[in-house]
């Protein structure tokens, strides 16, 4: 409920206002059981024709009064539960925008989605039904209870009775549907993760012929979710016959208690036909109640869900810097002084006691065995993690100390996957930088040597990129993110591994185009072909960097050094 109330509390005019509408249909509803017994017992019982028409035109005209407060009831219902689901979708989304990796990990993409999408589109269901329904039916209940009581206390004590046991029945639904439904949006993430993790691999599982497979995986999956669907379910549907039998228990005592009344002159025909009302609204309000208190659950296991993406850390690492100037203009070299690095789900250490350091506009190659802590030194850099010791420092100031927006403005990044969005291409560059002009954009595909490949394009730069740019191949992907990253104009560039697709002839004019950009650039590679290129070469292992210096200095000195370039060499020969 803590979650729920700031989304609400813009609207709390508008849920007033159906609150109050909803109050007034319910008292007009209580009203009609006691106007019945006035129409049958002053009216038509005396075959009075005036008072019939009397009582029944103000039957008539509270109907069409309760029916307009209901009709507005559900236009302001509407109006709370679609801007909540609004606001509460803005504000996951936006936290999603600033949560720090470490949490981010925490929750897989397709749990994400759900509770972006379905798990919001319940609570906002519930949000409905709770001003036009799920409050009013208690009310009803209890109003329905007391009218009853004042008409014809001994006929409805047969109601009251029951009424303990019901609200057990409720609660135990409640509760027990709470964990059994929350299980079923857990199912549910699995399976949406399956289903986004085929669609994605598809052409491999194909190439595979995994297709078998797959299909008993879903299967099993399927299975599942429907046995938790269907256990949740069961619990929900089985309390509405269970509590409608008592209800209509309650009805057949009155009848039969009522006749009997009535023939031994005891009790008003009417009175008992208005206590008959109350049940069968009480009847009617236990049945709606039981039905969505399916709704209801499920909400409820939805808004713990969406409460633990708000509640997962917000504003990364706790600390943003103060200084707005970000990296100073005429210096952008690279510090690291005894830097130790883990991530926050592990003890083990990624890296341990780094230190190196660029010179400004330098290009530094950084190699090593799978698993030696290169993207995640890389990483570091635009702080998408936190160094557990030691000082990380770009152009002089610690990167603790530099406002995080402004730090990463400063800084092109292209990671190992080339991430591209449906659009065309041009709007794919100008998401590096939107006021970036046509020459820019150009200038920046030029240097990523991606230009030409676009002018061969039936629309050239407007051309049309599916979703991840499917249509394009790794190394067109590739180039297309690096031209990002460099329509920046950034200070300090990282490529992660991002030239792997590109043969040598491209990756040498690549290269070859860095070194006038002006930047300082770290770039993660196994091709010793790059380190040629480079200022000063990082070699990492374990965590641990083993080695610094120019390509011809490690040839030297490094034996490790040495395997991979011959080991380079000895594959290039082959494929010769």
């Not at 508008?14 to 509408?21: D, Y």
Request: glycine letters at 8%.
């Amino acid at each position: 409920m803590r979650t729920l109330l700031p989304f609400l509390k813009p609207y709390r005019i508008s849920a007033a206002v159906a609150l109050s509408l909803m109050l007034v249909e319910l008292v007009v509803e209580l009203c009609f059981p006691l106007l019945m017994a006035k129409l049958i017992d002053g009216a038509i019982l005396r075959q009075d024709v005036g008072a019939a028409l009397k009582w029944g035109g103000v039957m008539i005209g509270l109907a069409l009064f309760g029916f307009a407060a209901g009709l507005v009831n559900s236009f302001y219902a509407a109006d709370v539960a679609q801007g909540f689901a609004h606001d509460m979708r803005r504000a996951l989304f936006g936290k999603l925008q600033s949560m720090a990796f470490s949490d981010f990990r925490a929750f897989s993409p397709s749990s994400l989605m759900t509770r972006l999408t379905g798990d919001i589109n319940q609570i906002q269901n519930s949000v409905f039904l709770g001003l036009r329904v799920f409050v009013r039916a208690p009310l009803l209940i209890a109003g329905s209870m007391i009218m009853a009581l004042t008409v014809d206390a001994r006929l409805a004590l047969y109601l009251v009775v029951v009424t303990p046991i019901l609200v057990v029945v409720l609660g135990y639904t409640i509760r027990k549907g709470f964990r059994l439904f929350r299980l079923v949006q857990e199912r549910l993430d699995k399976l949406n993760g399956l289903v986004r993790e085929n669609l994605i691999g598809m052409r491999l599982i194909r190439a595979y012929v995994r297709g078998d497979h797959e299909k008993n995986r879903f299967a099993e999956t399927n299975g599942d979710y429907m046995r938790r669907s269907t256990a949740a379910l069961r619990l929900s549907e089985m309390t509405v016959p269970g509590l409608l039998l008592l209800m209509n228990a309650s009805v057949l005592l009155i009848l039969w208690f009522g006749s009997r009344s009535v023939t031994a002159y005891e009790t008003e025909v009417g009175d008992v036909v208005a206590v008959l009302n109350y049940a069968i609204r009480i009847t009617g309000a236990y049945a709606y109640l039981s039905m969505i208190i399916t709704s209801l659950t499920i909400a409820r296991a939805a808004l713990s869900r969406s409460a633990e993406v708000l509640a997962a850390g917000s504003n990364e690492f706790g600390a943003n810097g103060t200084a707005a100037d970000g990296i100073p203009p005429d210096r952008a070299d690279v510090l690291f002084e005894g830097v130790a690095f883990g991530y926050p789900d592990s003890e083990a250490a990624v890296l341990d006691g780094i230190t190196f350091s660029v010179n400004d506009g330098e290009t530094a190659v950084i190699m090593g065995a799978t698993g030696a802590g290169k993207t995640s030194l890389l990483q570091l850099l635009p702080r998408l993690y936190e160094a557990r010791r030691g000082t990380v420092r770009v152009g002089g100031t610690d990167i603790r100390d530099i406002e995080l927006s402004v730090l990463r403005r400063q800084i092109g990044y292209v990671a190992q996957e080339s991430t591209l969005f449906a659009g065309t291409i041009r709007d794919n560059l100008l998401w590096g930088r939107e006021d970036a002009s046509m020459e820019e954009v150009v200038e920046a595909a030029k240097l990523a040597q991606i230009h030409e490949t676009i002018m061969q394009l039936p629309d050239a730069y407007e051309a049309v990129l599916e979703q991840k740019g499917a249509n394009l191949s790794g190394g067109q992907r590739q180039r297309l993110s690096i031209a990002r990253a460099l329509l920046r104009k950034p200070k300090l560039l990282l490529l992660d591994d991002c030239t792997s697709a590109l043969d040598a002839r491209t990756e040498s004019l690549l290269l070859a185009g860095l070194k006038t950009c002006g930047c300082t650039t770290l770039l993660v590679t196994q091709k010793a072909q790059a380190a040629r290129w480079a200022d000063t070469v990082l070699l990492l292992a374990d965590g641990k960097l083993l080695a610094q210096g120019k390509h011809g200095e490690l040839l030297a000195r490094s034996e490790t050094y040495r395997f991979i370039v011959e080991s380079e060499r000895e594959e290039a020969a082959h494929h010769a």
